[in-house]
């Protein structure tokens, strides 16, 4: 495989993965109204909670490296849908923090099933060692991937 192909075979994992998710996303009561963009932000908020204390916009923003605007449409279109309610920080009245709903755990869960499903199946394709070799070389992507976006400003 050369360079290009590479690259191309990069790009096209990604997206093949991504329409593998919006198509399960239409099939699950559970998330049937919500974008793949927005199921990652439902694990985003999910994994940053600590107790009964949910993220605020801005650690999620950073988590997810988009600005905080952007964050703070997507988290009320969240709540809009009843995905998730904002409370004011007891300490900092200028910030506020997000929690699941009870349906936004229905959501997280259905999303995090499908995700968990798909890469058990995926690994009966490949052998132990080959496994190993493919986590091995995924990681390094990521770091190598990683400290290339360290120095570029988020998205929008």
């Not at 990604?14 to 927005?38: I, P, Q, R």
């Not at 801005?58 to 988290?75: F, G, K, M, N, Y």
């Not at 869960?109 to 080959?130: I, M």
């Amino acid at each position: 495989m050369n360079d290009m192909e590479f690259g191309r075979s990069l790009y096209k994992l990604y997206h093949s993965a991504v329409k593998l998710e919006a198509a399960e996303v239409k099939d699950n009561k559970n998330c049937a109204d919500l974008t793949v963009n927005e199921l990652n932000l439902i694990e985003c908020i999910r994994s940053l909670t600590k107790g009964s204390d949910g993220p605020t916009i801005s650690s999620i923003a950073s988590e997810l490296d988009i600005t905080r605007p952007s964050t703070t449409v997507a988290v009320n279109k969240l709540v809009n849908k009843k995905i998730v309610t904002k409370t004011e920080c007891a300490n900092d009245g200028r910030s506020v923090r997000v929690k699941l709903t009870p349906k936004g755990e229905k959501a997280y869960s259905a999303h995090h099933s499908y995700q968990n499903a798909l890469v058990k199946e995926a690994k009966q394709y490949f052998s132990e060692s080959d496994y190993k070799a493919i986590e091995s070389s995924i990681s390094k992507l990521l770091d190598f991937f990683g400290s290339k976006a360290e120095n570029v400003e988020p998205n929008e």
